[in-house]
């Protein structure tokens, strides 16, 4: 099972794409600097699990900002 579901990612953003796109930078960001992490705890281990938590939990734009 997909987690976090697909639909609690496209709450935060509507298009499957710029999910894709945005989950991708954020994952070179978490690989190249893994001291940027923007939440306490993951249940992922790969960067990319971890940039979709952070988008499913609204910390991480398709703009590239963060909150």
Do not use: C, W
């Amino acid at each position: 099972m997909l987690h976090p579901p697909l639909n609690q990612l496209t709450a935060k953003i509507n298009s499957k794409y710029l999910i894709a796109t945005t989950a991708a930078k954020r994952a070179r960001e978490i690989d190249e600097h893994p001291e940027s992490s923007l939440l306490e705890k993951y249940s992922a281990k790969k960067p990319v699990g971890k940039a979709l938590e952070e988008i499913a939990n609204g910390d991480v734009f398709p703009d590239g900002t963060f909150k």
